[in-house]
């Protein structure tokens, strides 16, 4: 779509394009999301993540984790997250405001099924993630069911900032069905 950045129908859509190009595109920008979360004492935390998918229907995002991580922890707290990625060809910033759903063991066994193996070894770690070891590999995979979580992040909020030769914002909210709204960059 040309000059898809002249209107907030346009900005949304192109949004949501570059999203679900993530997903089925491993070299698609929106591929590795940002994610940042808030820890238990205030801290923002990012991390790169795999975008697992985009339901725009249902304004939803997916990332896949370990159940042992840092990010599980902030979230039982904080269920909040903040999805970003830019794209350089389409000169697109989005930001994604979330509120999480956590789930794990036979509710995600369905989707644990679907996960290739070399995928698998990034969910089950011993120790746990994050956990002081004496040397750098003094830790074993051990890929199981149980240490598997799907992150399911409802989008409240989009922020999206165009650099083109004029410089162009717009934030749509999951609470006006998404009519958007131009907003200085
Ligand atoms: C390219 C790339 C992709 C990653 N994908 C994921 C992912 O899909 N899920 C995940 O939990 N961690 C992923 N990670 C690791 C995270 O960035 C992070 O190091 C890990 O999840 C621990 O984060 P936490 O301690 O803040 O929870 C990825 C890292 C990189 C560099």
């Not at 979360?37 to 790169?48: D, F, L, M, V, Y």
């Not at 350089?88 to 989005?94: G, I, N, P, R, V």
């Not at 509710?107 to 002081?132: C, F, L, M, N």
């Not at 979580?149 to 006006?176: K, M, N, P, S, W």
Request: net charge neutral.
């Amino acid at each position: 779509m040309s000059d898809w950045f002249k209107s907030l129908e346009g900005v949304l859509a192109q949004l949501w394009q570059g999203l679900e190009q993530g997903v089925a595109d491993r070299s698609a920008p929106a591929r590795h999301v940002t994610f940042a979360t808030i820890n238990g004492e205030g801290w923002p935390e990012a991390r790169t993540v795999v975008l697992r998918a985009a339901i725009r229907d249902r304004a939803v995002l997916e990332v896949h984790t370990d159940i042992f991580s840092a990010k599980v922890a902030s979230l039982s707290v904080r269920p909040c997250a903040e999805l970003h990625v830019w794209d350089s060809e389409t000169k697109l910033q989005t930001r994604a405001r979330c509120t999480v759903a956590i789930a794990h063991g036979e509710a995600v066994a369905e989707t644990w099924a679907k996960v290739p193996d070399p995928g698998r070894q990034s969910y089950g770690i011993t120790p746990p993630p994050g956990h002081p070891i004496a040397t750098a590999l003094a830790y074993e995979k051990c890929p199981v069911l149980d240490s598997f979580a799907v992150l399911t992040c409802q989008i409240e909020r989009l922020d999206a900032v165009y650099l083109g030769a004029q410089h162009r914002r717009a934030v749509f909210i999951r609470g006006d069905n998404w009519a958007g709204q131009w907003c200085a960059p």
